[in-house]
């Protein structure tokens, strides 16, 4: 029985490799890689020789027959992605599956991982925690995630990329409400690491129009991280606003900003006491 090994490579820093690694990169037959040109950096630090072959998402279908016939005939091979774990929000599964359904061992071999770098040092609580990989970009799915999150009762972590951030941090604060505790963390490992923590309204504040590079990675706190307001509490506060002569919507936003409730929440209470009050926004 042939094996296929599951290696995680680092995520920035090349001197993040176990020692194990390198062994099973140096012996097996070949290695199935994400980016041959990125693994090759990775092998020339190490003397790595063994011949590499790629298997990224679009060839993934047909890499997994290839898989499948050099385990048949003998050979030993690993798989590795760009940077940190394969098949975590990068490609792999399907040879995975491909090998274990031809009879074929499938081994880990643990690493890096900017996941758990990111949640060890976000500040927020790490267990349980759920996994949500990149969000969706729109729609009904994209609506549908955050709503999720908004609700999760632990910590939530996902993956984006620079560009689409400012807008994940504004629809998060928009789901979740600008209290909700999170942290951002960035180019983990390399030269110009940094991990931003606070609230998701602060979040979106510092990165709003700021030049963002690099792998990114959001933790956001669970929904019970902090106690949730009495209702009576924020109705109060909205009638105190409203009488003050603010019109439903700032009351809204500032609901949401004092009291961590989600914005659709928050809007629905100003709403409704305005309505009692007889004003209308």
């Known amino acids: 029985m042939a094996t296929l090994y599951i290696v995680s490579t680092p995520i920035g820093n090349l001197g993040d490799i176990t020692n194990r690694a390198v062994d099973v990169l140096s ?29 990224y998402a679009h060839n993934e279908a047909a890499r997994a027959e290839d898989t499948v016939a050099w385990l048949d005939a003998g050979e030993t091979l690993a798989l590795v992605s760009d940077a940190g774990t394969p098949t975590l929000s990068d490609p792999g599964l399907r040879l995975v599956r491909a090998a274990l ?104 504040a510092y990165y709003d129009g700021e030049p963002i590079r690099g792998e990114v990675v959001v933790v956001v706190d669970g929904a019970g991280g902090a106690a949730a307001p009495e209702p009576a509490a924020a109705h109060a506060l909205a009638r ?28 629905s209470i100003a709403l409704a006491e305005s309505e009692e009050m007889g004003d209308v926004d």
Do not use: M, Q, W
């Open 101 to 204: 359904d031809a009879g074929h061992e499938v081994v880990p071999v643990p690493g890096a991982s900017a996941l758990l770098a990111a949640l060890a040092v976000s500040a927020i609580e790490t267990t349980p925690f759920t996994f949500y990989g990149f969000p969706p970009r729109g729609g009904k799915a994209r609506a549908e995630r955050l709503s999720e999150i908004a609700g999760l009762a632990h910590t939530a972590v996902l993956y984006e990329s620079p560009k689409r951030l400012p807008r994940l941090l504004a629809d998060l604060v928009e789901s979740c409400g600008g209290e909700r505790r999170a942290a951002v963390a960035r180019e983990l490992t390399k030269r110009h690491e940094t991990v931003v923590r606070g609230t998701l309204a602060e979040l979106a």
């Open 27 to 55: 012996s097996v037959d070949r290695v199935l890689a994400e980016d041959t040109r990125r693994t090759a950096i990775l092998f020339r630090r190490y003397g790595i020789t063994t011949p590499l072959r790629s298997a």
């Open 240 to 267: 105190s606003l409203l009488d003050a002569g603010e019109r439903p919507s700032a009351v809204a936003r500032t609901l949401a900003e004092r009291l961590g409730l989600a914005r659709n929440e928050a809007y």
